[in-house]
């Protein structure tokens, strides 16, 4: 989601700033802006990509040694120029649109979460005189701040935040003062980063964004405001008390964002999966409780069960989970969607696990879930995220840090297979601890981890068959995926695949809930994909097949090679190279990943940025 970098320097830095909105692409948005100071204010925005932006300010010679830069997803007002950022403020009375190009402003500023008194300070600095250009609850900020503006911009900006109800991490300056930015966090990400010889300072929302310009960040924690000057900054807390924040060497490789001969990066990223896979696994000789950090042997004697916290895809991988935690570890477990769990009445024990999913480690509904079931006293927690010096890491006592390395498709695809990959190491440490966990079991499970990197290969040479169902689906409006058991989740991040990146509306269902609604839709237009492995449940999922056959509708079916399931008349098989028993989650996802994607490649549509999608969803 929205991606924020900004720079104090003495070279011309509209290069840096536009390079680093480059790497946060990924991040999904439909919009985006620069603003420098250069004997007065100067902006550039536009609601096409970056690379137009940067033909923009070319031929505008914007530039300068101070200044921010935004990509917006939009969700105060529609995805148009007047609501991109970075908003300016003249002062009152002042009707902005009337200065176009911002030569009279005073006050610039960017914004990432949400404010969600804005209605209420809009209305009080309507009062006052000042006029709004746009929709967008950020313009509500930069007017707020040139209202508390008295000759300086950090008293201004603390005074501020301390009106924001909601979430935001918001970049400012001022014409007035103009080597200087001002940086303030709650809620949204931030860091700060430290020049070569500490000559010039820049504020981002994501590592990322500085990599190649500095590797020596700061992240700001909760409440923090930041002052950028040239050479320097100084930091305060919630309280507005000085405080020193670690600096530390953040390798953010901007080599990982590199094409390479793939068409999409969601592609690439599904062909990373061998290796992504192999590198979360990497290093583990055997089971234990120390692969989630000091002192989870203590912890996981203490507790007595498992409360999974996720979104979107991290759901799913959590649902897959609960099988595995509850089968193979015997602890009893719920998987709650976070943005429901922080808003119902629970029961909290105090003797649970909370187990938080997330990839960027930023995911505002889980992080704020997090938070929640801290609040009622469930102290012990533990992560699966995939950047080790996110907040998620920071807050919970435990994690598990995976190592998928950068995924710029919005489509998750690689960061859901590691997270599995994780989430049964956690399965096999706490059955070690329960005492569950035999030697021979242990060996064995062992065992089938390591070749998951070759199994997987495996599963990619599939890829051409996967192109032809493509063909057949490219067409088509409805879809209906169904899996039994621990696939029952796989089926449904399959569902989620198809509708994010094509269009079309996909729903998963428990095989075993066709007769009880989903069976009514089903007709020779909706192909109904079915994940077959050869487990317990294989016999009830093939009557389930029969009943689809029987109103006509179309099977595509995923099935192990010993699954006795044969291509027929409305009947197309695909044979998956081996069974892989508990681990087969892992590998049954990938052709789904596959068949979304080639779909999408079929029917056209943007693959790495979908329509009204974000990467990393930092706003409730």
């Given at each position: 989601?929205?991606?924020?970098?900004?720079?104090?320097?003495?070279?011309?830095?509209?290069?840096?700033?536009?390079?680093?909105?480059?790497?946060?692409?990924?991040?999904?948005?439909?919009?985006?802006?620069?603003?420098?100071?250069?004997?007065?204010?100067?902006?550039?925005?536009?609601?096409?990509?970056?690379?137009?932006?940067?033909?923009?300010?070319?031929?505008?010679?914007?530039?300068?040694?101070?200044?921010?830069?935004?990509?917006?997803?939009?969700?105060?007002?529609?995805?148009?120029?007047?609501?991109?950022?970075?908003?300016?403020?003249?002062?009152?009375?002042?009707?902005?649109?009337?200065?176009?190009?911002?030569?009279?402003?005073?006050?610039?500023?960017?914004?990432?979460?949400?404010?969600?008194?804005?209605?209420?300070?809009?209305?009080?600095?309507?009062?006052?005189?000042?006029?709004?250009?746009?929709?967008?609850?950020?313009?509500?900020?930069?007017?707020?701040?040139?209202?508390?503006?008295?000759?300086?911009?950090?008293?201004?900006?603390?005074?501020?935040?301390?009106?924001?109800?909601?979430?935001?991490?918001?970049?400012?300056?001022?014409?007035?003062?103009?080597?200087?930015?001002?940086?303030?966090?709650?809620?949204?990400?931030?860091?700060?980063?430290?020049?070569?010889?500490?000559?010039?300072?820049?504020?981002?929302?994501?590592?990322?964004?500085?990599?190649?310009?500095?590797?020596?960040?700061?992240?700001?924690?909760?409440?923090?405001?930041?002052?950028?000057?040239?050479?320097?900054?100084?930091?305060?807390?919630?309280?507005?008390?000085?405080?020193?924040?670690?600096?530390?060497?953040?390798?953010?490789?901007?080599?990982?964002?590199?094409?390479?001969?793939?068409?999409?990066?969601?592609?690439?990223?599904?062909?990373?999966?061998?290796?992504?896979?192999?590198?979360?696994?990497?290093?583990?000789?055997?089971?234990?409780?120390?692969?989630?950090?000091?002192?989870?042997?203590?912890?996981?004697?203490?507790?007595?069960?498992?409360?999974?916290?996720?979104?979107?895809?991290?759901?799913?991988?959590?649902?897959?989970?609960?099988?595995?935690?509850?089968?193979?570890?015997?602890?009893?477990?719920?998987?709650?969607?976070?943005?429901?769990?922080?808003?119902?009445?629970?029961?909290?024990?105090?003797?649970?696990?909370?187990?938080?999913?997330?990839?960027?480690?930023?995911?505002?509904?889980?992080?704020?879930?997090?938070?929640?079931?801290?609040?009622?006293?469930?102290?012990?927690?533990?992560?699966?995220?995939?950047?080790?010096?996110?907040?998620?890491?920071?807050?919970?006592?435990?994690?598990?840090?995976?190592?998928?390395?950068?995924?710029?498709?919005?489509?998750?695809?690689?960061?859901?297979?590691?997270?599995?990959?994780?989430?049964?190491?956690?399965?096999?440490?706490?059955?070690?601890?329960?005492?569950?966990?035999?030697?021979?079991?242990?060996?064995?499970?062992?065992?089938?981890?390591?070749?998951?990197?070759?199994?997987?290969?495996?599963?990619?040479?599939?890829?051409?068959?996967?192109?032809?169902?493509?063909?057949?689906?490219?067409?088509?409006?409805?879809?209906?995926?169904?899996?039994?058991?621990?696939?029952?989740?796989?089926?449904?991040?399959?569902?989620?695949?198809?509708?994010?990146?094509?269009?079309?509306?996909?729903?998963?269902?428990?095989?075993?809930?066709?007769?009880?609604?989903?069976?009514?839709?089903?007709?020779?237009?909706?192909?109904?994909?079915?994940?077959?492995?050869?487990?317990?449940?294989?016999?009830?999922?093939?009557?389930?097949?029969?009943?689809?056959?029987?109103?006509?509708?179309?099977?595509?079916?995923?099935?192990d090679a010993d699954s006795r399931i044969e291509s027929n008349e409305g009947i197309h098989v695909i044979?998956?190279?081996?069974?892989?028993?508990?681990?087969?989650?892992?590998?049954?996802?990938?052709?789904?990943?596959?068949?979304?994607?080639?779909?999408?490649?079929?029917?056209?549509?943007?693959?790495?940025?979908?329509?009204?999608?974000?990467?990393?969803?930092?706003?409730?």
């Amino acid at each position: 989601m929205c991606g924020i970098v900004g720079a104090v320097s003495t070279r011309n830095i509209v290069p840096i700033l536009v390079q680093g909105l480059q790497r946060l692409e990924y991040r999904g948005y439909d919009s985006c802006g620069v603003a420098v100071w250069r004997d007065g204010l100067q902006r550039a925005r536009s609601t096409a990509r970056v690379a137009e932006l940067l033909e923009q300010v070319a031929a505008d010679q914007v530039e300068g040694t101070t200044g921010i830069a935004h990509t917006r997803w939009a969700t105060h007002g529609a995805p148009a120029v007047h609501n991109a950022h970075p908003h300016f403020s003249h002062g009152p009375g002042v009707d902005i649109a009337a200065d176009a190009p911002g030569r009279a402003a005073r006050i610039a500023l960017v914004h990432n979460g949400i404010i969600e008194n804005h209605d209420e300070l809009r209305a009080l600095l309507q009062a006052k005189g000042y006029v709004f250009a746009s929709q967008t609850d950020t313009e509500v900020i930069v007017h707020l701040v040139d209202s508390l503006y008295d000759g300086d911009l950090f008293e201004a900006v603390k005074a501020a935040v301390r009106q924001l109800h909601g979430a935001y991490a918001i970049a400012v300056f001022c014409k007035d003062e103009p080597h200087r930015v001002i940086g303030a966090r709650a809620g949204s990400p931030l860091i700060l980063g430290v020049g070569e010889g500490g000559a010039e300072t820049f504020l981002a929302s994501d590592a990322m964004a500085l990599a190649g310009v500095t590797d020596q960040i700061v992240y700001l924690e909760e409440g923090d405001v930041v002052d950028l000057q040239m050479g320097k900054y100084w930091v305060v807390d919630r309280a507005h008390k000085p405080v020193t924040r670690p600096v530390k060497t953040v390798l953010a490789h901007s080599g990982a964002a590199e094409l390479g001969p793939y068409r999409h990066y969601m592609q690439k990223e599904i062909f990373e999966q061998p290796r992504a896979t192999a590198d979360t696994l990497e290093g583990v000789e055997g089971i234990t409780p120390e692969l989630f950090g000091d002192g989870a042997f203590r912890v996981f004697k203490e507790i007595d069960s498992v409360l999974i916290l996720a979104c979107g895809t991290s759901y799913y991988s959590g649902c897959t989970a609960k099988y595995w935690l509850e089968g193979i570890a015997g602890v009893p477990t719920q998987v709650e969607i976070a943005s429901e769990y922080r808003y119902r009445e629970s029961v909290p024990n105090p003797r649970t696990l909370v187990v938080t999913i997330t990839q960027s480690g930023e995911t505002a509904d889980t992080l704020a879930a997090l938070r929640h079931a801290q609040g009622l006293g469930m102290k012990h927690t533990l992560t699966i995220c995939n950047v080790g010096t996110s907040a998620m890491v920071r807050e919970c006592e435990l994690a598990y840090i995976t190592r998928a390395g950068a995924e710029i498709g919005v489509a998750s695809t690689k960061a859901f297979t590691t997270q599995l990959a994780g989430l049964f190491l956690l399965t096999l440490a706490l059955a070690q601890v329960k005492g569950r966990l035999s030697e021979d079991d242990e060996a064995r499970h062992l065992k089938a981890m390591r070749h998951l990197p070759a199994a997987l290969q495996a599963v990619l040479a599939l890829e051409p068959q996967i192109i032809s169902w493509a063909e057949d689906f490219a067409g088509k409006a409805h879809a209906l995926f169904l899996g039994r058991g621990l696939h029952y989740p796989i089926a449904l991040e399959g569902a989620l695949k198809l509708k994010e990146i094509t269009y079309i509306h996909a729903e998963a269902y428990a095989a075993g809930e066709l007769k009880h609604g989903p069976l009514a839709l089903v007709t020779s237009e909706m192909p109904v994909v079915t994940v077959a492995p050869n487990d317990a449940l294989l016999e009830k999922l093939k009557s389930n097949m029969q009943e689809v056959r029987a109103r006509g509708g179309v099977l595509y079916v995923l099935a192990d090679a010993d699954s006795r399931i044969e291509s027929n008349e409305g009947i197309h098989v695909i044979r998956m190279p081996e069974h892989y028993g508990p681990l087969s989650p892992l590998l049954h996802v990938v052709p789904l990943q596959l068949l979304a994607y080639h779909t999408a490649c079929a029917r056209g549509t943007d693959v790495d940025k979908p329509r009204n999608l974000a990467k990393s969803v930092t706003v409730e």
